[in-house]
Nanobody, 128 residues
Framework: QVQLVESGGGLVQAGGSLRLSCAASGVTFSSYFMGWFRQAPGEERQFVATINRSAGSTYYADSVKGRFTISRDNAKNTVYLQMNNLKPEDTAVYYC?????????????????????WGQGTQVTVSS
């Protein structure tokens, strides 16, 4: 029923930028908290960024603060991750995730089990 499709990944050189997009369907998008996670080969999936329903509150992992920006456009059912000053250690598969919540809140979610739905991921590779 719920589908999340990521796009925008690719190969960039260190210091470059990418913008990831996640298009949601089969949901009332404004009822969902959204998040981005990433997973490098041989490692656990880790939190990157999250945004609440109204886009009034965001939270980032320490490793990406000041470089990444999460945003959402509820009219387009899309969440974005703008990634600037990319580093080789940012190389990973990036996943979009959604958590349904019937009310608006400034609370943030940073754990994999806190999200209900996941996209298939998009590869980001940063060359040194």
């Amino acid at each position: 029923q719920v589908q999340l499709v990521e796009s925008g990944g690719g190969l960039v050189q260190a210091g470059g930028s990418l913008r990831l997009s996640c298009a949601a369907s089969g949901v009332t998008f404004s009822s969902y908290f959204m998040g981005w996670f990433r997973q490098a080969p041989g490692e656990e999936r880790q939190f990157v960024a999250t945004i609440n329903r109204s886009a009034g509150s965001t939270y980032y992992a320490d490793s990406v603060k000041g470089r990444f920006t999460i945003s959402r456009d509820n009219a387009k059912n899309t969440v974005y991750l703008q990634m600037n000053n990319l580093k080789p250690e940012d190389t990973a598969v990036y996943y979009c995730a959604a958590r349904m919540n019937p009310w608006s809140s400034s609370f943030y979610y940073t754990e994999v089990p806190q999200y209900n739905y996941w996209g298939q991921g998009t590869q980001v590779t940063v060359s040194s």
